[in-house]
C-alpha cells in the first residue's frame, strides 16, 4: 500500500500540485507515529487501534486518487 501511496505522490506532484501532494501521506504519517507512540508508552496493544490505521490509510490513498483527477486551482 506504501508503495501505492508513493507512486501515486508522485503522479499527483507532476499534475501540478506540488507541496500539497505531500499532506495525505504526511498528515497519516505523522498521527500513526503519535497513536504507536501513545501506545508504546501506555503499554497498549495495536490490535485495538489496527482498524483505525487500515481506515487512514485508505483515506489517504481515496485523497490522492481523488487529487489525480482533480486539477489544482491557479
Known sequence: ??????????????RGW???AL????????VSLIIGFTLGLSGGNLESVAPLMIAMDFT????LLGMCFIRPKT
Open 1 to 14: 500500500m506504501l508503495i501505492l501511496e508513493l507512486f501515486l505522490t508522485i503522479i499527483v506532484w507532476f
Open 18 to 20: 506540488k507541496w500539497k
Open 23 to 30: 499532506a495525505p501521506l504526511g498528515g497519516v504519517t505523522v
Open 60 to 63: 489517504a490513498t481515496g485523497a
